[in-house]
């Protein structure tokens, strides 16, 4: 199994970005999927998951408004867009696939690499 996220870098306060979390080896159309994020010094923190379907969606409380998890299974590809990014957002970015949607990182099974994402000030 390998999940490949992708969309990092820089960008200003304010700006958007597109994450991309392509899956392989993986059964993708059956598994919950999320998105965690790891800022410098402190622990991986939920940003958003999404049922298998696609039609529920869970976000963490300091991107709700901003960030839209979404996931095409005909590609095998789950998406984080995010928008009016805040530095209080640089992080290094994971996606990970779970039977269940969870908050929580120990109920998902496999992670990509991460990818970071920086915004200035």
């Known amino acids: 199994v390998q999940l490949q996220a992708s969309g990092g870098g820089l960008v200003q306060t304010g700006g958007s970005l597109r994450l991309s979390c392509a899956a392989s080896?993986?059964?993708?159309?059956?598994?919950?999927m999320g998105w965690f994020r790891q800022a410098p010094g402190k622990e991986r923190e939920f940003v958003a998951g999404?049922?298998?379907?696609?039609?529920?969606?869970y976000y963490g409380d300091s991107v709700k408004g901003r960030f839209t998890i979404s996931r095409d299974n005909a590609k095998n590809t789950l998406y984080l867009q995010m928008n009016s990014l805040k530095p209080e957002d640089t992080a290094v970015y994971y996606c990970?696939?779970?039977?269940?949607?969870?908050?929580?990182?120990?109920?998902?099974?496999?992670w990509g690499q991460g990818t970071l994402v920086t915004v200035s000030s």
């Open positions: 990970a696939a779970g039977i269940h949607t969870s908050y929580m990182q120990n109920d998902y099974n496999y």
């Open positions: 080896a993986l059964d993708f159309s059956t598994y919950a």
């Open positions: 999404i049922r298998w379907r696609g039609g529920v969606t």
